[in-house]
């Protein structure tokens, strides 16, 4: 793609929602990301985050507000929203951690699973990491049983960053409970964007304070690298898709840091708009708070070009009427006996 910052201001475009657009109740919102691609899509936000700087970035960016608040399950929202979106704490299931799943005391999903039985949107979507396939499989199952008795089908996938311009190879599990006539966002670029599609612009020049990897770090990474049997540096490589880009990688450890690598043989770790770009905030977007809780930020945030997908197929969905109680009990019968959680992972 020849200008990929361009593409993602032309795509994420706010406009002030029109009145009578349908509202969006964003849970554990971080820094925007979902919000961003929802309100490029038209709708009002508001969202609820209990990290203060990353509810500062969302409300110095987007027209709806962030409450910075702990979520649980008596939360008075205050609003009929149509739509509930969400990403709840992904700790618990991801498979960097230790994959506690509802014992985890991080665990949001009591909270939006009661915001979603005390609110009765038409639509309610969640993000999560792909663990939740594995050892938070019987997790994921009890939640998808909660949602169906509040009478939603309950649909889940495994979608690929990679195929809605987001310059990485990240995978997340996107699962929606919605009323009939839900379709999953079809692929919107045609082509893979490749890191150095996204952040070429921005390496000409060397970064103010950069920070570059010692003689020990470099040494310390190779060791690493051999002991985790890594066929391929850790490096950002420009002709392709960056790994996936997280916490841990733009703000952890030295083994696992995202790098760049110079022509003049130095290596130096990414900076926030670096990973920014990785994750498809435009330029414009202002992150909050110090340069540690800015990678935090940016890591935990869903792309928001890929929310702008799902936010258009919410569109497309709220246009369509719901099924009846009957249909919908039907319909969730007939799912029930051909559903397999495996039919939606991508063996590869």
């Not at 999953?184 to 921005?202: C, M, N, R, W, Y």
């Not at 733009?250 to 708009?273: E, F, S, Y």
Request: charged share 25%.
């Amino acid at each position: 793609m020849k200008n990929y910052p361009q593409w993602l201001d032309e795509q994420l475009r706010l406009r002030k929602p029109a009145a009578n657009a349908p509202v969006v109740l964003d849970l554990f919102a971080g820094c925007g990301g979902l919000a961003l691609g929802f309100e490029a899509a038209g709708f009002h936000t508001l969202g609820y985050e209990m990290l203060p700087d990353a509810c500062a970035t969302y409300n110095r960016n987007l027209h709806g507000e962030c409450r910075c608040e702990f979520l649980d399950e008596n939360t008075d929202y205050g609003i009929k929203p149509e739509v509930i979106i969400g990403g709840p704490p992904c700790q618990p299931f991801s498979v960097g951690g230790l994959q506690m799943g509802h014992k985890d005391a991080r665990d949001g999903f009591p909270a939006y699973l009661s915001a979603v039985k005390r609110l009765r949107p038409r639509i309610a979507i969640f993000e999560n990491v792909r663990g939740m396939f594995y050892r938070g499989l019987p997790y994921l199952e009890q939640i998808t049983a909660s949602l169906e008795e509040m009478g939603y089908l309950v649909e889940h996938r495994i979608l690929k960053a990679v195929e809605y311009g987001v310059p990485q190879r990240r995978e997340r599990l996107f699962v929606v409970a919605h009323r009939g006539h839900w379709a999953f966002p079809e692929t919107t670029v045609s082509a893979p964007v490749t890191a150095g599609d996204a952040v070429s612009d921005l390496l000409k020049n060397l970064p103010p304070n950069p920070k570059f990897l010692t003689p020990s770090m470099d040494t310390y990474v190779a060791k690493y690298e051999k002991a985790s049997k890594c066929i391929r540096p850790r490096d950002l490589h420009l002709n392709q898709a960056a790994r996936t880009v997280t916490c841990r990688n733009l703000n952890g450890a030295t083994g696992d840091m995202m790098r760049i690598d110079l022509k003049d043989g130095r290596r130096r770790r990414i900076t926030v708009r670096e990973g920014a770009r990785l994750q498809s905030f435009p330029d414009w977007y202002d992150f909050t708070g110090a340069e540690s809780s800015q990678y935090n930020q940016v890591g935990n945030a869903v792309p928001p070009i890929l929310a702008k997908a799902v936010a258009d197929a919410v569109v497309t969905y709220l246009g369509k009427p719901d099924l009846t109680a009957a249909q919908l009990r039907t319909r969730r019968t007939a799912r029930q006996k051909s559903f397999s959680f495996f039919d939606n992972i991508d063996p590869a």
